[in-house]
């Protein structure tokens, strides 16, 4: 059975910095790509991040420059790590199992991003 659980979000300020992480578990973490969504309040689930199997990386155009996703397959979890974050970054975010595809997806964590 597949377990994503995401941790590391928070409040911070305009301008800030976090770490997501997401540990993985029930399936074999380093033969999938991974991916990260978020969804805001009152908006829909969108697609931030991808990374391949390798170290091959894709985001979101309004996050290029900002975050950066990686993956320890010795530690099954996956990272992103978010700077100069701004309030439209504000969203619960998600790591999935898959290349931009979250259907199969952890329970979040929030992000704030407030002064």
């Known amino acids: 059975q597949v377990q994503l659980v995401e941790s590391g979000g928070g409040l911070v300020q305009p301008g800030g910095a976090l770490r997501l992480s997401c540990v993985a578990s029930g399936f074999n973490f380093s033969s999938y790509s991974m991916s990260w969504f978020r969804q805001a309040p009152g908006k829909e689930l969108e697609w931030v991040a991808s990374?391949?199997?390798?170290?091959?990386?894709m985001y979101k155009e309004s996050v290029k420059g900002r975050f950066t996703i990686s993956r320890d397959n010795a530690k099954s979890t996956t990272y992103l790590q978010m700077n100069n974050l701004k309030p439209e970054d504000t969203a619960v975010y998600y790591c999935a199992q898959a290349w931009n595809n979250p259907t199969k997806r952890g329970q979040g964590t929030q992000v704030s991003i407030s002064s």
């Open positions: 990374i391949d199997l390798g170290t091959f990386t």
